[in-house]
């Protein structure tokens, strides 16, 4: 008979605790790369605006404190090189290059001739990023689960993701992984919402202790719904909500449920 889907006691533990520190050693390693990466890709082309207002005002610096140094009248075509926080550093077509802050900026027309708008700033910086890391603490069918996932994102709103992930418990341990698509509809917002589907395998191997128990191998699916919540410019704390799929035969499948809550960080 199949062993129950709970985790291992001792070897599972032992095994859990490998992963851990794989998991921390990977994180540690990315944040380390996350310092070394840009903010921004430097190749970015500029964008281009119009002043539609009387005028826009040209600061030395970016902050309210640094003087006005040059006035650009409307009509004035403005070039924004790069953001710093709720500020922009401009070039007009003479040349001058200063910094304008947000709110004025939005007052100026597109080359559509539609208002300017921005982001905030650390969605902004968010969706400029194109791989993050991950780690999550959970239950999977009331035992504790742990998992590892890395992500690539393919545009604002869909993404790439593959997971490792983890069950322990009494009777048996589980190891899976799958990967999947991740969609994002309201990406551009700090708390947003996301679904996922993905495939993958996945490992039971039951306490040797077990009568007439056998280690199962069998295709999985995946779906998922959570919630992202931005923390800081490289930080985002999600929770979600999994349904997996265990076809162990084939004839028959078996259904587990899991909810995990983690913190994720993207360079």
Not at 141 to 154: A, H
Request: proline share 4%; glycine share 8%; hydrophobic share 45%.
């Amino acid at each position: 008979m199949n062993a129950p889907m709970h985790g291992r006691p001792l070897r599972g533990g032992a095994v859990a605790s490998r992963l851990l520190r794989a998991g921390l050693t990977a994180c540690l390693a990315g944040l380390a790369l996350m310092m070394m990466v840009p903010a921004r890709a430097a190749d970015e082309p500029a964008e281009q605006v119009q002043v539609a207002d009387p005028y826009l005002e040209l600061h030395t610096a970016p902050g309210r404190g640094y003087p006005v140094f040059h006035v650009a009248g409307r009509g004035e075509a403005v070039e924004i090189l790069l953001r710093h926080t709720d500020w922009f550093k401009v070039r007009l077509a003479n040349g001058k290059e200063g910094w304008v802050e947000r709110v004025q900026l939005e007052t100026t027309l597109t080359q559509s001739g539609s208002r300017k708008t921005f982001r905030d700033v650390l969605l902004d910086d968010y969706l400029h990023r194109r791989v993050e890391m991950g780690m999550a603490w959970g239950r999977f069918k009331n035992e504790p689960m742990l998992k590892l996932w890395t992500g690539y994102r393919l545009s604002d709103t869909l993404s790439a993701e593959a997971t490792l992930g983890q069950v322990q418990g009494v009777f048996a341990g589980t190891d899976f992984w799958h990967v999947g698509i991740n969609a994002e509809p309201w990406s551009d917002k700090r708390l947003s919402p996301f679904f996922g589907v993905g495939l993958g395998k996945f490992k039971n191997i039951p306490n040797t202790s077990l009568v007439s128990a056998f280690t199962t191998n069998a295709n999985l699916a995946h779906a998922m719904a959570g919630v992202r919540w931005h923390l800081s410019d490289r930080f985002v704390l999600r929770a979600d909500y999994s349904i997996y799929t265990a076809y162990v035969a084939d004839t028959r499948s078996s259904e587990y449920r899991a909810l995990t809550a983690g913190i994720l960080f993207f360079f």
